[in-house]
Structure formats: C-alpha cells, structure tokens
C-alpha cells in the first residue's frame, strides 16, 4: 500500500474521518456515482492509477436509499479486478 495522500487530507482524515470511498491501495478518495439499473460511476483521483478494492468505510450510513446494495457490488467489482490481476485473494 502506498500512502499518497497529503498532509491537508490526513488532517481531514484525523478531523473528520474518512472519505465515503477511498482507493485500498494510496487511500485517496474515490467518487462513485450511483446508476439506477447499471454498473455505478467510478472516478479515483488524478494521482491515483490502480485498479483494486475501493472501500467503503461508512456502510451504515448508506443503509438507506438502497447505497448499501450499491457500495456492496463496488466491492464486489473491484475485489474481482484485483484479483484477475494479481491472482491473488485481497
Ligand atoms: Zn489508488
């Protein structure tokens, strides 16, 4: 793992907990866009270049109009991905 984050956002991490979504691999954060139907909208950071496991640290928050179904198949994406890679379980 690769920590590219900046010394503002490990202070927002510290202040105000992590991002909704963040790359596993340099913990940057990862925007993702609920499709109603289809595969959600994934845009990483500029910096960040991978293409494994995004987590989700704020599941519970999601609960409601059904995020949850949508962080979960993230996960589910990315894991696979990761895997197809280094063919490895992450
Ligand atoms: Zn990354």
Redesign the pocket.
Known sequence: MTD?RTPLERKAWEMIGPPLYY?A??M?RVKVTPVPGSEPIIK?DAR???TGQIIAPRKATLAGKGGMSVAKRVKVKAHQSASSITGRSV
């Open positions: 590219l790359c691999e340099c940057l990483r960040c270049e991978h």
